[in-house]
């Protein structure tokens, strides 16, 4: 597997062959100020290679530098080697030295000029991999995110669906039973009352009275076992918030809930279901909450579901984690809006849909 040279290592290798030129210097001259000084540049070399946030110690390169420039002959291919990091690293206060070094007797206008643009090449190369890797990073970035939204709109999706067909059903079954339910029982009393009438009639009449009547009978049976059937055995409401937070124990949890939320549409309540888990999970994970309290308020015209901790979230998780994230695009689909914030210690998640989103909705 090859592995190509980035520009920060050809960066690299430029300056230890520059620190390998001024030690071969060193050798033919034998000066310890010399060989001290250089060990001094390679060290505050490898010190801003370490630790970010060291590229102001060029000054005290070039500092170094000027200070023996009259005592050491190669100080020139040292001030060139420090203009080349500086230029290298954008930082352009260290070209204050290139007045000095422009002033200098044995300076090579070629030498330096090469230099500055070799560095300022390699700069501007360095620069553009960083950008290329950012935009990859946050490309892949997306992608998961809209892998985890794709899924949620599925999931989402499938939960509509289930909640259409409930409430589709919920609807057949309330309009058999107000309706032609009624009138199918009145009709049958109606005719068990007739019965004491017809003692007069032949006996085949009473006959064929008594078999219509039976069949009649049956059918309303009929109907109420189809009506029982159509109605959903669970139906997410308030409980399913309660239940959840029964289940929680990681620290202590409240429950409030204010207003008639019987009409609220089962698709809501599965929204809220999952907006309450999330809380609470990133509360167990991140938070350090001692409580929770959960306030779920129906009114006229919203509906509002709070849940307030005194822990700490952690920075990823909220308010830009992708549960939140997911949440959010889920309930503003829905016409609703979620926020995050924290004052004075506590961290909230706030829930609102507005009840006027919901008239066009599932109704169940």
């Keep these: 597997m090859k592995f190509p040279l980035t520009p920060h290592h050809w960066f690299i290798v430029c300056k230890v062959f520059g620190f390998g030129l001024l030690l071969s210097f060193h050798v033919s001259i034998d000066e310890p100020v010399d060989f001290f000084l250089i060990l001094t540049l390679i060290t505050l070399f490898i010190l801003r290679l370490r630790i970010k946030k060291t590229e102001l110690t060029l000054l005290l390169d070039f500092a170094l530098i000027i200070f023996v420039a009259d005592w050491w002959d190669q100080s020139t291919y040292a001030l060139l080697l420090t203009l080349f990091e500086a230029v290298y690293r954008k930082k352009y206060m260290a070209l204050l030295a290139l007045i000095y070094i422009t002033l200098l007797p044995d300076v090579s206008l070629t030498l330096l000029t090469l230099t500055i643009l070799s560095s300022f090449f390699l700069g501007n190369w360095e620069e553009e991999k960083i950008t290329e890797q950012q935009r990859r990073f946050q490309l892949h970035q997306n992608i998961h995110e809209l892998e985890d939204l794709n899924h949620e709109l599925a999931g989402a999706i499938s939960i509509a669906e289930r909640s259409t067909t409930l409430a589709e059903r919920a609807r057949i079954s309330r309009d058999i039973h107000d309706n032609a339910g009624h009138d199918i029982i009145a009709a049958n009393i109606a005719f068990q009352s007739l019965r004491g009438l017809l003692e007069s009639e032949p006996d085949h009449v009473l006959e064929m009275y008594d078999t219509t009547l039976e069949r009649l009978s049956s059918g309303v049976d009929k109907i109420r076992d189809i009506l029982h059937n159509q109605i959903p055995t669970h139906v997410a409401s308030v409980e399913q918030l309660q239940k959840i937070c029964a289940d929680f124990t990681t620290c202590s949890i409240s429950f409030r809930h204010h207003g008639n939320a019987e ?64 949440l959010r ?9 979620l926020s995050t914030s924290k004052d004075k210690g506590l961290f909230r998640v706030i829930c609102v849909v507005p009840i006027t989103n919901l008239e066009n909705g599932v109704e169940v």
Excluded at 329 to 337: L, P, T
């Design 263 to 326: 009409q609220l549409p089962t698709y809501l309540w599965h929204v809220f279901s999952t907006c309450l888990k999330e809380s609470l999970t990133n509360v167990t994970r991140h938070a350090g909450a001692s409580f929770v309290k959960v306030e779920l308020d129906v009114s006229t015209h919203i509906v509002r579901l709070s849940i307030e901790n005194d822990g700490v979230p952690h920075t990823t998780t909220a308010p830009a984690g992708r549960g939140i994230s997911n």
């Design 329 to 337: 695009y889920r309930i503003n689909a829905i016409g609703g809006n």
